[in-house]
């Protein structure tokens, strides 16, 4: 089983930018396909990014595409989401996961182990 804990979450005004992490323990990384997340109060938890085994494919929601950069060291058993250009509507907690199912690394439901999140507030 993988634990996942995220963090780099914090208050940030509109336009600038914030770097998350998200370390495991348990399990190697490298063996899956791995995916950030994010929930704003009242909303479904909708996919940001994801990003193969080796880093050499990446996937946006189109809403973040040209500000988030998602990336991991394999080495480090750590996944990052490189935030920038921030906006209020980015306001969220922010989860990362293993891709463990078949399905598309666009839907929740092939992630799992979801860590603890860790919350961005974006002030405008």
């Known amino acids: 089983q993988v634990q996942l804990v995220e963090s780099g979450g914090g208050l940030v005004q509109a336009g600038g930018s914030l770097r998350l992490s998200c370390a495991a323990s348990g399990r190697t990384l490298s063996s899956y396909f791995m995916g950030w997340f994010r929930q704003a109060p009242g909303k479904e938890r909708e996919f940001v990014a994801a990003i193969s085994r080796s880093g050499g494919i990446s996937y946006y929601a189109d809403f973040v595409k040209g500000r988030f950069t998602i990336s991991r060291d394999n080495a480090k058993n750590t996944v990052y989401l490189q935030m920038n250009s921030l906006k209020p509507e980015d306001t969220a907690v922010y989860y990362c996961?293993?891709?463990?199912?078949?399905?598309?690394?666009?839907?929740?439901?092939?992630?799992?182990?979801w860590g603890q999140g860790t919350q961005v507030t974006v002030s405008s």
């Open positions: 996961a293993p891709a463990t199912g078949s399905g598309s690394y666009y839907h929740r439901q092939t992630y799992d182990y």
